[in-house]
């Protein structure tokens, strides 16, 4: 819904709640909690769903500040993954029902209420599964699992290197990677959530700091798959680690939050110190056997063929099976009202959250702690293939309270 006469503030018994992106008088893009119209029925091959929680994503921070491409003119509803209830269905929709609990994938829309969506990214989650798990699963296991085992073949023996280690993708590499018997796993992050990340990540480096030399040492030979979501300075320093044969991904640039993205002259010497790198040799990448990959979701999803709908909808099912089998689970950070949308956003802006952080239509005006970390292995020894990464096991524990006993267990 992109109309101005569509966003009202006006309340009525009709209207539900929302998160628009509006233009200010000075150009400036803003997030407002607003009201609209229920939608109406579901059409052919839709659903109407009642939204429980959404994820936030990097990529929620870009379209706040109109940095992603082919974002819609506000005002617009944002918004890529949530969770909730199905209240109705459109014709030739089989595979789900009224009542079931359920999560989806949406290009925008997804930050309101009651929302209509097609049919093809809904998907019924297992009983087990939250709402708020399910709300922060679809983008970031997708995602790794993907970059993980379609795209970088991993196997058994090699070298993984990511970025962003304490944020949604982040901690769903570190999960599926243990998938990989006798994979070395090094990862960049911010200082201080090292010790909440040590415990499941081999080898830690600071970002902020050139983490090259310290690699090579590490990895003489260099690195079989680089999965990189900052780009920036880390594309040279991946192609320079890579392995004879390795391959690098690059698939995020939030390397563009270390910006001030609060006013347009940070924005705009951002970009251009982003672009200013080397450009790739084709000759040096033949001679060196070495492979350079994109991999944008939130694209594939808007521009994919049927098949590739079905590629998508078959590995988020082999997904939720690993997530029966208890070898993932989803890492929520913290919760907020759709009110404090701007301090839910400023957590990653600031890299402060590890794993997922969360929106609802309707909780405690004060944010929500929800985020646990669970350090340990059923021998008793402290080993990071026994482990299924950080998780939130422990509901009745104090983030702040596990992150010490982790330390203290390593």
Known sequence: MTSNENMTTANTSADIKCIIVQQAFTGKRELKVTTIPKPPPPGDGEVLIAVKACGINFNDVLVRYAL????????????????????DIGTNVTHVDRGDRVLVITRFTAWAEQIVVKKDFVFKIPK??????????????????????????????????????GGGVGVALT????????????????PHKFDVLRAHIHYLFEHDIDYT??????????????????????????LGLLKFNGKYVMYGTSSVLTWDVKNLFGITKGMTNWWQNDKVSCLRLFQDSKSIHGFNLIQLLQRGSNET???????????????????????VDSV???????????????????????????????????????????????????????????????PEDLRQSSSSNQ
């Open 213 to 238: 030399e310290d690699i090579k040492k590490i990895s003489p030979e260099g690195v079989d798959l680089i999965l990189d979501c900052m780009a920036g300075d880390d594309c040279e320093r991946g």
């Open 128 to 165: 087990e599964m939250s709402f708020r798990e399910a709300a922060v699963l679809p983008i970031a296991y997708l995602t790794a699992y993907i970059l993980l085992f379609e795209i970088g073949n991993i196997r058994s023996g090699q070298t993984l290197l990511f970025h962003s280690a």
């Open 68 to 87: 992603l491409e082919d974002t819609p003119r506000p005002p617009f509803i944002p918004g890529f993954e949530c969770s909730g209830e199905i209240l």
């Open 336 to 398: 907020f009202t759709f009110e404090d949308i701007n301090n839910a956003l400023g957590k990653l802006i600031d890299r402060k959250n590890i794993g997922k952080v969360v929106i609802e239509p309707f909780v405690n005006a004060k944010a929500e702690k929800v985020k646990k970390v669970k350090v340990g292995s059923t021998s008793g020894h402290q080993d990071s293939s026994s482990t299924s990464g950080p998780d939130d096991d422990d509901d009745d524990k104090d």
């Open 309 to 331: 709908r079905r590629y998508l909808c078959d590995i988020m099912h082999k997904v939720f099976i690993l997530y029966k089998e208890g070898k993932i689970k989803p890492v």
């Open 175 to 190: 999960q599926l990677s243990k998938l990989v018997p006798n994979l070395t796993i090094l990862a960049t992050a911010s």
